[in-house]
C-alpha cells in the first residue's frame, strides 16, 4: 500500500505563485510514476501533470509553461503553480500509479486550490 499526503494549498490572487506538496509513504518502491490531477465543480477530475520514475514529465497544455512538477529522492512531488488563473481553481490531487502488473492507483484526499481575480 501507498500512502499520499498533499500540502500546499490555499488561496492566491491571480497571477501569483503557489507550491504544492505531495509525500508518499507506505511502499513507495512500487511507485512507477506520480502526478497531479485536478477536478473542478461540475467539472470531471483531469491530469494537470506527471512524473515517472525516469523524471519523464508530462503536462496538460492549459498548465505548460506556467506549472512545473518535479520529484525529489524520497518520492516528494512537487508542483510548482505560477501565473495562476482563476480557472485553475479546483481541487488538486496527488496520484501515484503503481509498477506492473498490478498497476494500482493511489489517491490523496485532495487540497483545494482557490484562485481569486
Known amino acids: 500500500q501507498v500512502q499520499l499526503v498533499e500540502s500546499g494549498g490555499g488561496l492566491v490572487q491571480a497571477g501569483g505563485p503557489l507550491r504544492l506538496s505531495c509525500a508518499a509513504s507506505?511502499?513507495?518502491?512500487?511507485?512507477?510514476?506520480m502526478g497531479w490531477y485536478r477536478q473542478a465543480p461540475g467539472k470531471q477530475r483531469e491530469l494537470v501533470a506527471a512524473i515517472t520514475s525516469g523524471l519523464s514529465t508530462n503536462y496538460a497544455e492549459y498548465v505548460q509553461g506556467r506549472f512545473t512538477i518535479s520529484k525529489n529522492a524520497k518520492n516528494t512531488v512537487y508542483l510548482q503553480m505560477n501565473s495562476l488563473k482563476p480557472e485553475d481553481t479546483a481541487v488538486y490531487y496527488c496520484?501515484?500509479?503503481?509498477?506492473?502488473?498490478?498497476?494500482?492507483?493511489?489517491w490523496g484526499q485532495g487540497t483545494q486550490v482557490t484562485v481569486s481575480s
Open positions: 496520484h501515484a500509479k503503481g509498477i506492473a502488473p498490478m498497476k494500482l492507483d493511489y
Open positions: 507506505g511502499n513507495i518502491f512500487s511507485i512507477n510514476a
